[in-house]
């Protein structure tokens, strides 16, 4: 399993990262994304405290990936705080979708599969046929969720992502010990969202594909 959406207590996560983290390996997770709730506000502390988790990866066989979930900003300036937590040490940077389970501000998905410095466009919701061809084009990630009020759309992420070419992947969105997964689970949710055993697979691939990108 690579998970690249997670929460700590750093933002309304119940584990601290080692938790997290130790927890993560007993899944048998390859790889994880410490990516808490971030904005203009709150960046820089959250970016500093998930880099210092890296630490873990030299006591435990797994890779452990800064990040942050850009949550609830304003579209217009969601490109600039992720090139912002880029240049901070994000390794990886998730916006959180235009969820139908939130009031998240349309044009949130939009700007999102626009910007360069996006790897992820968490729980996208009703994503419209032109957003889901943006992510394709610049290969921003689609995430099929396991969590519960997000995950009512991934059926129709899925099949837009499907039509249109957009890369997929399954993520936890771990908040609390009892979110995390296995790669049976995992692959049980893609192909409930309406992937094939093989589409579920090139999910996962998509995931290494990430982290193997990252230097």
């Known amino acids: 399993m690579i998970d690249l959406h997670t929460h700590t207590i750093f933002s309304d996560g119940e584990l601290l990262p080692s938790e997290l983290v130790r927890r993560a390996v007993i899944h048998g997770y390859e790889a994880i994304a410490i990516t808490d709730h971030a904005d203009y506000t709150n960046l820089e502390q959250l970016l500093d ?9 030299n006591e435990w066989d797994i890779r452990v990936l ?5 949550t609830h900003v304003p ?3 969601i490109a600039p ?3 912002k937590a880029k240049e901070l040490g994000a390794e990886i940077v998730v916006v959180h979708g235009e969820t139908i389970s939130e009031p998240v501000a349309p044009g ?3 700007a999102s599969v626009a910007c360069e410095y996006v790897d992820v466009l968490a729980h996208p919701g009703l994503i419209s046929e032109e957003d889901v061809r943006t992510a394709a084009e610049n290969n921003v ?3 099929i969720t396991a969590r519960n009020g997000h995950n009512r759309t991934n059926g129709h992420v899925t099949r837009l992502a499907l039509e249109f070419g957009a890369t997929l992947v399954v993520n936890t969105d771990t908040h609390a010990p009892e979110n995390l997964i296995t790669d049976e689970t995992a692959l049980k949710i893609a192909m409930g969202a309406g992937l094939t055993e093989s589409g579920a697979k090139e999910a996962f691939k998509a995931s290494k594909k990430k982290v193997a990108e990252i230097v």
């Open 49 to 57: 405290a998930a880099k210092k988790a890296k630490y873990l990866e």
């Open 66 to 70: 800064p990040g942050v979930e850009l």
């Open 75 to 77: 579209p217009r300036k």
């Open 81 to 83: 705080l992720a090139k």
């Open 108 to 110: 949130t998905n939009a």
């Open 141 to 143: 990630l689609l995430e």
